[in-house]
Structure formats: C-alpha cells, structure tokens
C-alpha cells in the first residue's frame, strides 16, 4: 500500500523547546494509524507540519507524495477543541456546515450526508453554542469530511467525549478505514487507541520511539507474559 502521509526527519524548534527532533512516519490508507504519546511529544506540532500551519526547520512533509496544497487537498484535519470553539454559538450546527461548504465551493447536499454519518441530524438545527463537548467534536468531524477526503487526521479527538461518545467514536475511525481511506489519530493515552488503531505510532520528546502494528504489540506483550510465567518459580 502506497503511504498517504509520509513524514520524514522533521526536527522544529519553538525558542529553546525541541518540539520536533527527526520525527520519521508514514500512514498508509485503509488503517487507523494511532499516534500516542505523552504531553509535549510533538503530536499537534508534527499536524501542524503536515498542514502547513507550522513551518519546520528540517526535514519533509508529503501527502500522496507532495506537500500539503491547502483545502483543496484531499487531507481533512480534525483540530482540538479550541479550533471547535471558533464556531460561532448563535450558529446552529447545519448552517456552519452550510457556510464551510459554501466558503470552500463544496456542493451543499454533502451537509446533510455528513450530519448524518456523524449523528447530529436530530440536533442540526440547534444553536451550537448549547452543544456538549461531544456534540462539537462531531461538528468537528463532520467539517473535516465535507471534502469527502482520502486522508484524515485527528488530533485528541476522545478529549472532552462522554463515554457513549469514545464507543461511536471508536467504531467510526473503523468506518473511516474500512471505506479505503487513511486515518491518523492521536491520544495521550494508549487506551483510547489501542482497541481502535490497526497500526501505532509511539513518540516522545520529538521524534518516534516504536512504530508497530497493534497486533505485534499484542503478541509481544504476551510472549512477555509467557516468558514470565515460565521463568517463575513453581
Ligand atoms: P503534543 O501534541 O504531543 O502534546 P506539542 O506538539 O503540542 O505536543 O508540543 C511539543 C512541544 O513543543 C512542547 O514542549 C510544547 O510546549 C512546544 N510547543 C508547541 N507549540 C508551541 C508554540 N507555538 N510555541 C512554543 N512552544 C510550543
Ligand atoms: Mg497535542
């Protein structure tokens, strides 16, 4: 499978902070590829890079093999939810979708598709500004897919989600992949990821520390367990 998003050797300095030393990826479609790591470890940074928000100082970043071209590419990036909170609150949540497409020249049936595949449909027509955080993260993925893209990228999007909300979640990152498309994700924590993502990605302090699918991981924590309990005394 060709590699949909291929990071390579990025390193980004913010003043004295090394937010990104070589980080090195690829993300290929049809898997959720989860990109867990600690706080600081250069997840959003490395989104950023990838989007053209943030310029790094070394290395490349290619999607389908050229660097990103703005909305028009068929990348879609899910931000946190401080970028959700730009949404106007007096705006229900069918017309912001109706205003995004129409500002991106996109056909405005996809509106009600998307609201649909997000499960917002009953809610579409609320103020937004009345949403749980849950709601705004599915406005938030329903923007990113307007565009019907081949690659989406979510940044935390478990954060602020109830606990209905991480299972629907869960099950329509699977969807994502399953219709061909790539998907990248990432988490703080490895237990929102590791019954979703097909593939991890593991970074600390900049740049990747284990990458492996999360069948391997799974085998060779219980091969651990194996070797453990036969090195145990009886
Ligand atoms: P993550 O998303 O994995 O939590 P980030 O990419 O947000 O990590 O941050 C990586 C490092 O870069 C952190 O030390 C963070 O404080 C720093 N950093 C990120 N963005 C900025 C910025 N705009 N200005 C200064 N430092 C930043
Ligand atoms: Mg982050």
């Known amino acids: 499978m060709e590699?949909?998003?291929?990071?390579?050797?990025?390193?980004?300095?913010?003043?004295?902070?090394?937010a990104l030393d070589g980080m090195t990826f690829s993300v290929r479609p049809g898997l959720v590829t989860g990109f867990v790591g600690p706080n600081g470890a250069?997840?959003?940074?490395?989104?950023?890079v990838i989007l053209g928000l943030d310029a790094a100082d070394e290395g490349a970043a290619l999607i389908g093999g050229k660097p990103y071209r703005g909305l028009r590419h068929p990348l879609s990036?899910?931000?946190?939810?401080?970028d959700a909170a730009a949404l106007h609150?007096?705006?229900?949540?069918?017309g912001h979708l109706l205003w995004l497409a129409h500002s991106q020249g996109m056909a405005a049936r996809r509106v009600d598709e998307v609201l649909d595949l997000v499960g917002l449909t009953s809610?579409?027509?609320?103020?937004?500004?009345?949403?749980?955080?849950?709601?705004?993260q599915r406005l938030g993925i329903a923007a990113a897919?307007?565009?019907?893209?081949?690659?989406?990228m979510l940044d935390e999007p478990?954060?602020?989600m109830d606990p209905e909300g991480i299972v629907w979640i869960r099950g329509f990152l699977r969807s994502l992949a399953a219709q061909g498309r790539a998907v990248l994700v990432s988490s703080h924590l490895m237990s929102e990821l590791q019954d979703t993502a097909d593939h991890l990605i593991a970074a600390g302090r900049g740049k990747v520390i284990a990458d492996t699918s999360v069948a391997g991981l799974i085998g060779a924590a219980?091969?651990?367990?194996?070797a453990v309990r036969t090195a145990a005394p009886q």
Do not use: C, Q, W
Not at 145 to 150: I, T
Not at 222 to 226: F, I, L
């Open 3 to 18: 590699a949909t998003i291929e990071v390579s050797g990025l390193r980004k300095r913010f003043g004295r902070t090394v």
């Open 42 to 48: 250069g997840k959003s940074t490395t989104m950023r």
């Open 77 to 82: 990036h899910v931000g946190s939810l401080l």
């Open 89 to 94: 609150p007096g705006r229900s949540a069918r």
């Open 123 to 136: 809610a579409a027509r609320r103020k937004a500004g009345g949403y749980s955080l849950g709601m705004r």
């Open 145 to 152: 897919l307007l565009g019907d893209p081949a690659t989406v």
């Open 158 to 160: 478990f954060n602020g």
């Open 222 to 226: 219980s091969g651990n367990r194996v």
